[in-house]
DNA sequence: TTGTAAGCGTTATCAA
DNA sequence: TTGATAACGCTTACAA
């Protein structure tokens, strides 16, 4: 037989609720009282029934985390079980459980949040990607539905949101791709109408021209998703044009793409720098120069985000920017080895 | 306000029963009235309120699962991710949930079992990871909780579990490497108490006995983990005593261990093969032959029977084979080309 | 400082 | 075929 509050209460010749108040530390039980109900939970096993107490208080501690549309690339990204296991452990601190769920497109994506929602499972949902005119953002606001999104949303009036400061981080690339001696240097990123894309072709933009260089449209490409193949298209398509001397993608897949492209053509001293700080780029040839977003930082802080919010702490901000890292490989030193420095190591 | 299943009686002029009875197509309820309080459902927007009715049923339709103690290995993984969404599909397309929770050690794993089972919050348990003596299941077993593991347990009574066909997948490779020309193969695995370890050199044993192949205890060794430099030190001490020309080994990271070892001493025509079929094996140089376990398949293959089980489906069995698929790449090219076959592409 | 009692939204048992 | 009614185990006014 299970024990519940009621026989807690009755061993130890209270009524239920002060267990409950017991349980809670409610500070006008006595200390007597609690010690001697505290030692009959010990004795007893007693554990509060979390479905029970969900229901009493209509609130259940679980957050729901929505993964997205699982085109391949996402799973060999380290990105997202690095992110689940931020949120993870951060919930986990703070009491909290995480439900997951993995969906075909973004109707399923709806669907489930629909489910969380009605079926009163969850407290709040966390976006594990920034679409533009998301249709899960949309659904969420309306129904006034407490979320944090990974990800600068478009839209960000009071949505909860964490990222990285993909300006800086770009701009901090470009800036030392120029020290070591770029002068024509290509963009290329993913989808334009990601905030992403847009953040980190901004900072593309101002570096080049803080340091007196021309903006040149030709040098810029997007590719219709953030996958290999699409880099390399768009590369080919830049170089049928232009000749850079380095080029700047905003994933790594990107970058094997562009690589690729750049091989082909017979282009090997190209410097080339991705995103993600995928293990492939860890590994290939050459090893790839990326920028770590630290994504296990972005779940946590989105985690924390969401829980200030449903619990309604004070002074919870709606937002946080995470630190992202450069990690400088081979495929930096094309440039570097030209002008007569030395080649860094991993 | 919410709608209630007591709104929904009101509306349509029936019990909140016979509601309920609607909702679960209980067959003893007229056509008529089914379709009336379907029609005012729909009308209200009805949903059940899981919380509610985890309580008065006792049972959730929520899966735990416990991921393993974080080794970063474990991240680099794709295992971990695949394995997840396995699972999260197989539940999800029947109805269940999944709760996870990310530890550091047995102690916390122990810790969130217990607490998914007193909270009552889940009705099975999914353990990523089958030990020798392992705890949580010696707890799962001793609060007679639901629970299902991938990986063979060592003792196996009445446990449910789903994995490869550890031995066969071994056989095979070790057949294969004979067929191209290997006389001398050594094996390399993990700790030897890991069943998975013990399967696979079970396997490795039995295909050079049937080929007529003498089995040479100088070629066996054991890494003290599953890590890569594990199996760089197990193949130097390999290594002073005996000169393979084949090394089967139990993970891809061992296997990137040994051929540092065997490079480092000017051996570079050697066969290696891993398992796991990780990213990294893809696109390192030499690409490692490997085979792939299929962790989507080992995951779903697991929510598949706790389900069953949970549900008292009637002849559920209480395990699952899931098959392998070898891989082969550049690093067994190297017998390949001596024999003067040709070599095999990605 | 503690107890009583109503309520959270379902399901299940027993009657009708 | 349907309806009352009592659980399920906890929280929270409101009283005392």
Redesign the interface.
């Known amino acids: 037989m299970r024990i519940t509050i009621t026989d807690v209460a009755r061993e130890s010749g209270v009524s239920a609720s002060t267990v409950s108040r017991v349980v809670h530390d409610n500070p006008r039980i006595s200390d007597e009282t609690k010690s001697r109900v505290r030692e009959t939970m010990e004795r007893l096993g007693y554990?509060?029934?979390?479905?029970?107490r969900?229901?009493a208080k209509s609130s259940?501690g679980?957050l729901g985390l929505i993964?997205p549309n699982?085109s391949e690339n996402l799973?060999?990204n380290?990105f997202?079980?690095?992110a689940?296991?931020g949120i993870?452990?951060e919930a986990?601190s703070r009491g909290y459980?995480?439900?997951?769920?993995?969906s075909n497109n973004e109707d399923e994506e709806v669907g489930?949040i629909r489910n969380y929602i009605?079926?009163?499972?969850v407290d709040g949902i966390i976006l594990l990607t920034s679409r533009k005119n998301d249709r899960c953002m949309a659904y969420l606001r309306k129904k006034e539905f407490p979320f944090v999104v990974v990800g600068r949303p478009d839209k960000a009036d009071s949505t909860l949101w964490v990222d990285n400061d993909n300006f800086h981080a770009v701009y901090d690339v470009v800036n030392l791709l120029i020290d070591r001696g770029s002068r024509s240097m290509a963009f290329v990123g993913g989808p334009e109408d990601f905030s992403v894309t847009r953040d980190r072709l901004s900072g593309y933009k101002q570096a080049l021209s803080i340091r007196g260089l021309k903006e040149d449209s030709g040098l810029i490409g997007f590719g219709p998703d953030f996958s290999e193949s699409g880099g390399k298209a768009t590369m080919q398509a830049l170089l049928t044009e232009r000749r850079p001397d380095a080029v700047v993608t905003t994933d790594d897949y990107i970058a094997f793409g562009v690589i690729d492209a750049l091989l082909e053509v017979g282009l090997d001293d190209i410097a080339v720098v991705g995103f993600n700080n995928?293990?492939?780029g860890?590994?290939?040839?050459p090893t790839l120069t990326s920028v770590d977003v630290n994504p296990a930082e972005l779940g946590a802080g989105a985690a924390a985000l969401l829980i200030d919010k449903v619990t309604r702490r004070e002074g919870a901000s709606d937002h946080r920017i995470i630190d992202t890292v450069l990690i400088e490989r081979d495929s930096t030193s094309g440039i570097l080895l030209k002008s007569g420095r030395k080649k860094p190591g991993e």
């Open positions: 554990f509060p029934n979390a479905l029970a969900g229901l259940t679980n993964l699982s799973f060999v380290p997202f079980i690095e689940m296991r993870g452990v986990q459980n995480i439900m997951f769920s993995f489930f009605k079926s009163r499972w995928t293990l492939r860890r590994y290939q040839t």
